[in-house]
């Protein structure tokens, strides 16, 4: 057994709304079941016995293979600590190849997962050794670096919890909150509207305490030094003054780092700016405040949570030395290394031992029995500090200090060190003081302090991102079908635009941005949906959606305001990635449909018997669309007071309960006065999607109105020229239910002698490029057959081979002719038209084949 292929599904896929590794596995015969294999599970259990409460452990010995390497790497996932539940395992068509889907909470750790998992299965078959451990360990370690920290994760989950969409933009902690126009930026605990100035000014602290000051905030008086003798010099003066201790630390230093506390010696003072030398070039002596150490946290205009800190210490028992209680403390599970874990490991490093020396103890001293040993002066949870909860008794005049001093250095979330006997009294009542103001605060210490209740930090922090109400979303229709997607999509695009929205659009064509396009090529995945979503000029979005990017990666959102489905018809790739059956094809589709936002709309093709049933699907109201006003569908979904939309004779008709609006299609250009059946209903698919996103119906009308198919609007989408007399439609109908409606297209229209220009993608199924030619040849009198530029697996001439297939008995087709490339057919057909005939061209290279007509056109 082995995995063929492993890919990541980013967003809400075929298996559910999971983030989920997606592998195809193949079993050779002999290997595909727990029965094949006797004593496996015995041996992947002794191995691995996480694996015993899940179903490896039943009598059921028919449990595939694949199956049981679901159920490992969720459980390895689940040992290394990772919130992951869900799994699937189901056989493909072919024999011996399977699916297997398991949630992953962060990829990299999933990928490793899948693998280790395959691993541990060879292990167990081969009878080889397999260490548990040390893969768990493996896991555990790429989690921690991989996953948010506590502070950036809390803000994110507060945001999910508001509906608000995130995405993140780094391996780090710079996150996207909302979408397009209406995003939002933050990088771990700093917002996007924090400017550098105010930034450079907290790393400043000489320049930070001549601000405070100046508005009045209580500071310890100090000033910068530039070597060690200078250093006590200064400290010399400050204690004469004051009649205390110092403190020295590095003036554009953070998270506690080179900072000494409460030295009075000619020694420690040394010491200390050397310590604080390592981290900056600017050293700042100043008065040491006795008292306590506090956090205050400041978000906009307001003290959300306040902590009492305590140094890295230790408790003496009589019995062990201060590095065996260190080891003790370090054990507990909420201390890990760096601030992925809500405490952090105390070290024995250099700064340690000093502190120690200067209470005359070392690491291997035995401290008698409640003896408190301090190894460091500052309280930072970063250097293995414990917090407890005080916001509850700061006083009111204290908060605004706070608030003040956040205020003039200019940070929207600050994180404000003071140093006084308690928060419950001024600070000007006990001789305190703000020592620091922080840029990126850590929010550890308030989300979950060593003692009493964590603080809705993340919360406060969305709050100030997005008042109440306000989701970050802008609106989002998704275009899925087999044919008439783009079509769709650019009408719809176009008449937000009228309604002066600035408008992102995907689609095979290329990605689009207020018009403009931005990338080329087929634009209709997930990666082309997430730019347009990452834009901040766009104001609403719509998005073609492809099967293929569906089954590749998911959906780029997590809900849509409006989901339109077309159609679903044959030769839509089918037989790739295992998708065989229209049927299956229509489950992939409905993916968009089950990802509507409740509040939101679902517009629905009636007279498709597949797409009519995902009604029953839907989390939200459904408006449905047919040409026949009569269809039982409709006028069943009409009856009930409920939305849609039909043709009645010359006129398109909006309908729900007694309101109507009507269309005159002959002011609807892309319909040809209502001659073209299929832009009829991809025009009644826009005006769905148009009237859930609450357009004006005047917008609407002039939208439709000023929309034209031409190859600048809509390339490829039946282009019609006129060449010496006759007429050409260029269309990239590319399966046969496209050229099926092209077909009833051309019949409406006149041609004295018809032509077609036709091929086939290679990745087609046979009987699909047959039915394509027989179609046209029961319609055109010339067939003129070129193979595609690329034949995706095809040998050359295989697909006009099968193209002459499909025209044998051909009952109108009397000249058939081949020609080697795209251009050369072109020309070669247009070669043999005469005034009045009509030449349906079903070009492959849409924007080189259009130019080539264009060019050809103007030439005369």
């Known amino acids: 057994m082995d995995i063929i292929r492993l890919r990541a599904l980013r967003g809400p896929n075929l298996w559910g709304r999971h983030t989920a590794m997606e592998a195809t596995i193949a079993c050779p015969p002999g290997e595909r079941t727990l029965a094949d294999l006797p004593g496996l599970k015995i041996r992947l259990q002794a191995r691995f016995p996480a694996l015993a409460p899940l179903h490896v452990t039943g009598s059921n010995t028919s449990i595939p293979l694949p199956e049981v390497l679901a159920i490992a790497a969720l459980s390895l996932q689940n040992s290394a600590g990772c919130p992951v539940t869900f799994y699937r395992c189901t056989a493909t068509a072919e024999e011996g190849v399977y699916q297997m889907v398991v949630e992953y909470s962060e990829e990299a750790v999933g990928r490793l997962a899948c693998e280790l998992a395959l691993e541990l299965y060879h292990a167990a078959r081969d009878d080889r050794p397999f260490d548990t451990a040390a893969a768990i360990a493996r896991l555990r370690a790429l989690d921690e670096d991989e ?8 803000i994110v989950d507060a945001a999910v919890a508001r509906g608000i969409p995130f995405r993140r933009l780094t391996s780090g902690s710079l996150v996207q909150f909302g979408w397009g126009a209406r995003q939002r930026r933050i990088q771990a605990a700093e917002l996007d509207c924090t400017s550098a100035i105010a930034e ?34 200064a400290a010399q003066e400050i204690m004469q003054c004051s009649g205390g201790a110092v403190v020295v630390k590095p003036q554009d230093g953070n998270q506690g780092k080179g900072v000494t506390v409460d030295i009075r010696t000619r020694e420690a003072v040394l010491a200390a700016y ?3 030398a390592e981290i900056s070039d600017d ?29 890295a210490q230790v408790i003496g028992d009589g019995r062990q030395s201060i590095r065996a209680l260190v080891d003790a403390v370090n054990r507990d599970p909420r201390r890990g290394e760096g601030h992925a874990t809500s405490l952090t490991k105390i070290r024995l490093d250099e700064i340690a031992l000093a502190t120690l020396r200067q209470q005359g103890l070392t690491p ?11 190894l460091r002066n500052n309280a930072n949870l970063s250097t293995g500090g414990t917090a407890t909860d005080v916001t509850d008794d700061v006083h009111p005049q ?4 706070a608030v003040a001093a956040a205020s003039m250095v200019g940070l929207d979330i600050c994180g404000v060190d003071v140093v006084c006997d308690t928060v419950t009294r001024p600070l000007e009542a006990q001789g305190g003081g703000i020592v620091e103001v922080n840029a990126a605060p850590g929010l550890r210490m308030h989300l979950a302090p060593s003692y009493g209740k964590g603080r809705a930090v993340g919360e406060a922090i969305i709050e100030q991102l997005f008042p109440a109400g306000d989701n970050g979303r802008i609106p989002l229709v998704a275009v899925a079908g087999t044919n008439g997607k783009t079509t769709t999509v650019r009408l719809i695009a176009h008449l937000q635009t009228v309604a002066g929205r600035r408008v992102g659009m995907t689609t095979t064509d290329g990605v689009y941005i207020a018009g403009r396009r931005i990338d080329s090529g087929d634009c209709s995945g997930p990666k082309s949906a997430r730019n347009v979503l990452l834009h901040p000029d766009v104001d609403a979005a719509v998005l073609e959606t492809a099967r293929g990017g569906i089954l590749r990666e998911g959906l780029a959102f997590d809900h849509c305001d409006v989901a339109v489905v077309t159609n679903i018809g044959l030769g839509d790739h089918l037989g790739l990635n295992y998708i065989t059956t229209v049927e299956d094809l229509a489950v992939v589709k409905r993916v968009i449909v089950d990802n509507v936002m409740p509040t939101g709309m679902t517009v629905l093709n009636a007279a498709d018997p597949i797409v009519a049933r995902k009604a029953a699907y839907c989390p939200s109201a459904v408006t449905f669309f047919a040409t026949d006003g009569h269809h039982p569908v409709l006028a069943s979904h009409r009856a009930r007071k409920r939305r849609v939309v039909f043709r009645d004779g010359a006129d398109l008709v909006a309908a729900e309960g007694e309101f109507a609006v009507r269309f005159p299609l002959a002011a609807i250009p892309l319909t040809h006065a209502g001659a073209l059946g299929f832009q009829v209903e991809n025009v009644m698919a826009a005006i769905g999607a148009a009237w859930a996103l609450g357009l004006d119906w005047d917008v609407v009308r002039r939208g439709l109105a000023s929309f034209v198919s031409d190859a600048a609007t809509v390339p490829g989408r039946f282009n019609v020229f006129t060449y010496r007399g006759a007429t050409l439609i260029a269309d990239y109908g590319h399966n046969p239910d496209a050229i099926m409606a092209l077909v009833q297209a051309v019949e409406a229209m006149p041609g004295k002698r018809r032509t077609a220009v036709i091929s086939a993608a290679g990745d087609r199924r046979d009987e699909d490029i047959r039915q394509q030619s027989q179609l046209l ?33 051909a009952t109108r ?18 070669a043999g038209l005469a005034p009045g005939d009509l030449c349906l061209i079903l070009i492959d290279q849409i924007e080189e084949a259009l130019a080539h007509i264009a060019q050809r056109v103007a030439a005369g």
């Open 274 to 276: 050397a310590a604080a």
């Open 398 to 401: 204290l908060a605004a200090r």
């Open 813 to 830: 087709t009397r000249q058939i002719e081949e020609v080697h490339g795209e251009f050369l057919a072109i020309d070669q057909a247009l």
């Open 364 to 374: 291997e001293t035995t401290p008698a029995e409640g003896q408190r040993v301090v």
């Open 200 to 233: 450079s000014i907290a790393q400043d602290k000489q320049l930070t305490k001549k601000l405070l000051l100046a508005a009045g905030v209580p500071v310890p008086e100090g000033r910068p030094v530039e070597d060690a003798e200078a250093a006590w010099v």
């Open 147 to 154: 996953r948010l920290g506590p502070s950036t994760g809390a």
């Open 777 to 809: 040849g029961a319609v055109f009198d010339r067939l003129v057959l070129y193979e595609d530029a690329c034949q995706r697996g095809r040998a050359p001439g295989e697909t006009l081979a099968l193209l002459r297939e499909g025209l044998a008995g």
């Open 283 to 311: 050293v700042l002596v100043e008065r040491f405040l006795p008292g306590h150490d506090f956090r205050l946290l400041v978000v906009g205009k307001r003290l959300i949570a306040a902590a009492r800190r305590e140094p």
